[in-house]
T-cell receptor, first 116, second 115 residues
């Protein structure tokens, strides 16, 4: 998984509680992304980061916030979890220093979140 | 924004036969088209990609073709094997070099290789 770890790998929580998912990379890639995967929807972008403290919204950002205080870590926070946020969450990284591969995105193993 | 349509949603082929998965995209400016394979319980793994300045790319049993005029691209797998069974996703993006938005994905194709 290209030096990407996600934690936790599985989580069960209750509606209304805050949840933070962590993505950690050892590749020193500039860009990091959070996607969610749901049946019938494929993968959809939640937020992304183009550097430390630089983030932007994706297609399905409502109800989520992110932070990136170090190059290697990208956190996704659900301020008040809802059942509609039950999903599998994937982190991805891109922009290596290799030519002709800067746009290639590599994915982590995923976090399975269940909101009851 | 970009929209990517992927067909079929399920594809069953006999082992040894070829499989073809097709995608269309809406934004004519998109210039990078990766394909990912996802096995159960794992993250998507890049298997091949193509850029808009190339019409075809091949890597052993896997090939991708791109038709910019028609805005569609296809994944071809020849001599299919049981380990090819997985869900395959196509994606598209406009990469400008100075930054990158996220990929827009198709909804996936479940490829089943029948023994």
């Amino acid at each position: 998984d290209a030096g990407i770890t996600q934690s936790p790998r599985h989580k069960v929580t209750e509606t209304g509680t805050p949840v933070t998912l962590r993505c950690h990379q050892t590749e020193n890639h500039r860009y990091m992304y959070w996607y969610r995967q749901d049946p019938g929807h494929g993968l959809r972008l939640i937020h992304y980061s183009y550097g430390v403290k630089d983030t932007d919204k994706g297609e399905v950002s409502d109800g989520y916030s992110v932070s990136r205080s170090k190059t290697e870590d990208f956190l996704l926070t659900l301020e008040s979890a809802t059942s509609s946020q039950t999903s599998v969450y994937f982190c991805a990284i891109s922009e290596s220093a290799l030519p002709d591969s800067q746009e290639t995105q590599y994915f982590g193993p995923g976090t399975r979140l269940l909101v009851l | 924004g970009e929209n990517v349509e992927q067909h079929p949603s399920t594809l069953s082929v006999q082992e040894g036969d070829s499989a073809v998965i097709k995608c269309t995209y809406s934004d004519s400016a998109s210039n990078y088209f990766p394909w990912y394979k996802q096995e159960l319980g794992k993250g998507p793994q890049l298997i091949i990609d193509i850029r808009s300045n190339v019409g075809e790319k091949k890597d052993q049993r896997i090939a991708v073709t791109l038709n910019k005029t028609a805005k569609h691209f296809s994944l071809h797998i020849t001599e299919t094997q049981p380990e090819d069974s997985a869900v395959y996703f196509c994606a598209a993006i406009l990469y400008s070099g100075g930054g990158a938005d996220g990929l827009t994905f198709g909804k996936g194709t479940h490829l089943i290789i029948q023994p």
